[in-house]
């Protein structure tokens, strides 16, 4: 196992808190420790720093990993601070009339990750990951493991930069620049499943659980879908609900992975029937 540093958290200040992590931001020095909840595995949290040590150095703008820590029962690593920062999310949230510019430029920026060609020795593949994972039979019901993985292995590799969380709240803006955060599910392959992924968070329907994750009502994330999909696409109408429709079965497919990042428990058979299922039979059940 990676060498974790053990940091004293007197020594820091808790400044954040996600779906799986809190971060903390040293009282003194320009470095923000992120520990992942306990049970959250070692290797899982040595995983994510090594491949935002591959992010960092391929040139995709994201804060410099600096070293693997625990504080004794959780695990992560720290990064350098980005002093006066502010998601996309959380500036939308503050000037909602910025929802539409700022929308389009979340668009302009994944594009360009997507055009940006991947290091495919130190970045994973993301059909291989899902392959992977999904070998595991307690991961999927019986019922839907095979057309899943069937669709996996009929998708293309493609040696192109994805995102692998790609949503508002996952680019922070520091005064002109900004940066790509929460960057360990980084990996190569087609663009359509970085963009299942983000039409499927854009897609919350409840107000409290849109306000928790995004600081945003459901209404402002429809909205922001709307705009990005149709900057991003370059595309209206009814070309653009055919390209959308497309994505429905990579987000479906990633589904079960995704939740068991977020709850370290395996989809149920029920979501698996109301939510996976009729998706590859072309229906937008979200």
Not at 26 to 40: D, F, I, S, V
Not at 75 to 88: C, D, H, R, T, V
Not at 213 to 221: D, G, I, K, T, V
Request: include cysteine; glycine fraction near 6%; hydrophobic fraction near 35%.
């Amino acid at each position: 196992m990676e060498t974790y540093e053990k940091i004293n958290l007197d020594d820091y200040t808790l400044s954040g808190a996600g779906g799986t992590a809190l971060t903390y931001t040293h009282k003194q020095e320009k470095r923000l420790a992120k520990l992942y909840t306990p049970g959250y595995a070692a290797d899982m949290a040595a995983q994510e720093f090594t491949t935002s040590q591959a992010v960092y150095e391929l040139g995709i703008p994201t804060p410099r990993p600096i070293r693997l820590v625990t504080d004794g029962e959780r695990y992560g690593a720290e990064y350098e601070l980005i002093e006066n920062k502010k998601s996309f999310a959380r500036i939308i949230s503050e000037n909602p009339e910025r929802l539409e510019p700022l929308s389009q430029e979340f668009a302009t920026l994944a594009r360009r990750i997507h055009a940006t060609p991947a290091d495919t020795t130190r970045v994973p593949s993301i059909k291989q990951r899902l392959l992977s994972f999904y070998e595991d039979r307690e991961m999927l019901p019986d019922f839907i493991r095979g057309r899943i993985v069937d669709f996996i292995q009929a998708v293309p590799e493609h040696p192109y930069c994805l995102h692998g969380d790609l949503q508002i709240g996952n680019i922070i803006r520091s005064g002109s620049r900004d940066l790509w955060i929460d960057v360990g599910q980084f990996s190569y392959g087609v663009p359509e499943w970085d963009l299942g992924f983000t039409w499927r968070v854009t897609g919350i329907t409840r107000e409290e659980r849109s306000q928790e994750l995004f600081h945003l009502s459901p209404a402002q994330l429809s909205r922001h879908w709307q705009v990005f999909s149709k900057a991003y696409f370059k595309a209206d109408g009814k070309e653009l609900e055919d390209k959308v429709r497309t994505l429905f079965p990579y987000a479906a497919a990633r589904l079960p992975y995704m939740i068991f990042l977020a709850f370290h428990k395996p989809i149920n058979e029920q979501i698996a029937r109301k939510f996976v299922a009729p998706v590859f039979d072309g229906e937008n059940v979200w």
